[in-house]
């Protein structure tokens, strides 16, 4: 069985047992990983011409789909990864930031979100794409901007309740947070944290519950999103840019948590992520910096993870700005670097910033 590692697709994972390939999404393609006895090793490359930003196994046929970056377009392949063809038919916009799969009446829903921030749908395994324009009715559109030029927002991430896949959340970096109750007919602005919002995420087991890693910390509700509190700013030692938060799908207070110990911004004259992982085993109320085969404040920044549970244990996937992959078969006691020298793992030109020291 195959999982994925991207910045801007699914993150949890169950199997019996761990998996031995995992689909990391790079700056020039998809770089597969095979385990090889104890360890890790390339076993091959994809669209490498691509900077990819989000992949997606779709869960009943199993065809694994391509988000690239920087008008890359869809790419979709029905044998492994063996061979791929372009899947945009209807996407009017080829900035591809995210992607998710729901069921919805019955059948799987793939659902696409790129920059300028819009939402598609396919309901035909990608091969015709409609949009979901009511994203764009809400009263913060014309506040949506993203820093970087040309100031324009994209689709981060998308999420659904666990209990009704009608619900349906976007994550606008940055504009904030949007809500559907109705498959995307229409949304609502969720006010109460930074504008900066990196991504949702919910407890499954108490999806009142919920989580949001953003610009200035992470912010937590237990009331489903109608308030919310700043439980990390940006001066904590867990660090003040977190991006990427997994939670144990049947242990939920069980969580796992990468950030920056400073912005973007910064980077541009530090070249320095500082980046760390932390876990908490009581739903976010506490954290331990993790080390134990980490290097800690890393360099680079850490633009992707994913977490797969297999039995009462789980393995942890991180890849980083400087194009390396670090795992945990042990719920994060312990690290292994596994791989090195991918090309960069990286939401749009954040490894650029990050690499600006060593080409000087």
């Known amino acids: 069985m195959a999982i994925a590692l991207s910045h801007g697709g699914p993150t949890v994972f169950e ?10 999404g790079t700056a020039k393609g998809i770089a597969t990983l095979v385990r090889d006895g104890g360890g890790w090793r390339v076993a091959g490359h994809a669209l490498t011409d691509k900077h990819i930003s989000a992949i997606l196994i779709e869960p ?13 377009s869809l790419h979709a392949s029905f044998d492994g990864g063996k061979t791929w063809e372009r899947r945009d038919a209807g996407l009017a916009v080829t900035d591809i930031y995210s992607l998710e799969a729901a069921k919805v009446g019955g059948k799987v829903r793939i659902f696409c979100g790129t920059e300028p921030a819009r939402l598609f749908f396919s309901d035909d395994v990608g091969a015709s794409w409609i949009e979901m324009p009511e994203l764009r009715s809400v009263p913060t559109v014309d506040s949506w901007s993203f820093p970087g030029p040309p100031h324009v927002a994209h689709a981060k991430h998308i999420t659904f309740d666990p209990r009704d896949p009608q619900t349906m959340y976007v ?21 109460g944290m930074y504008e900066d919002v990196h991504r949702l995420v919910i407890n499954p087991a108490d999806p009142r519950r919920m989580y949001v890693p953003g ?23 867990v660090g003040g840019y977190p991006d990427q938060l997994v939670l144990h799908p049947s242990n939920p207070d069980l969580m796992f948590i990468a950030a920056a110990k400073d912005s973007p911004g910064a980077w541009r004259m530090t070249h320095f992520a500082g980046a760390r992982i932390s876990r908490s085993q009581d739903g976010g109320r506490t954290w331990e910096v993790l080390t134990h085969g980490l290097p800690d404040r890393m360099q680079g920044n850490i633009e992707a993870m994913c977490l ?7 393995s942890l996937f991180a890849a980083t700005t400087a194009g390396e992959v670090f795992a945990s078969d042990d719920s994060g006691e312990t690290w292994s670097l596994v791989v090195t020298g991918l090309a960069p793992i990286s939401k749009g030109g954040h490894f650029v910033q990050l690499m600006a020291e060593a080409a000087t």
């Open 308 to 314: 797969e549970a297999h039995g009462a244990g789980c």
């Open 60 to 72: 009943e046929s199993g065809a694994i789909f391509a988000g690239a970056y920087k008008d890359g």
């Open 215 to 237: 610009g200035n910390g992470l912010y937590a509700s237990q009331d489903e999103g109608a308030t919310w509190t700043h439980v990390l700013d940006t001066e904590n030692e």
């Open 15 to 24: 199997a019996q047992t761990p998996s031995d390939e995992v689909l990391v």
């Open 171 to 191: 994550s606008i970096e940055v504009g904030g947070l949007l809500r559907s109750r109705d498959g995307g007919k229409t949304f609502e602005d969720v006010p």
